[in-house]
């Protein structure tokens, strides 16, 4: 999986735990896309793991 697709994977899951589909659940998926395709890969894998998110 690379880094781009792990970001987003992350982005999607944890805002369908707190109730995605709204305009505002859109809007921080978007933000949180962005925030997460800065991270390194490595981060991200933790971010997974703290979580309990396959990656």
């Known amino acids: 999986m690379t880094q781009n697709e ?5 982005a999607r899951l944890l805002l369908l735990k707190e109730g995605a589909g709204t ?5 921080s998926l978007l933000c ?3 925030y997460f395709s800065e ?3 490595d981060e991200l894998h933790q971010i997974a793991i703290e979580y309990g998110i396959e990656a």
Request: charged letters at 25%; zero cysteines.
């Open 6 to 10: 792990l970001a987003m994977r992350l």
């Open 23 to 27: 305009l505002e659940s859109f809007e």
């Open 32 to 34: 949180l896309r962005s």
């Open 39 to 41: 991270l390194t890969l």
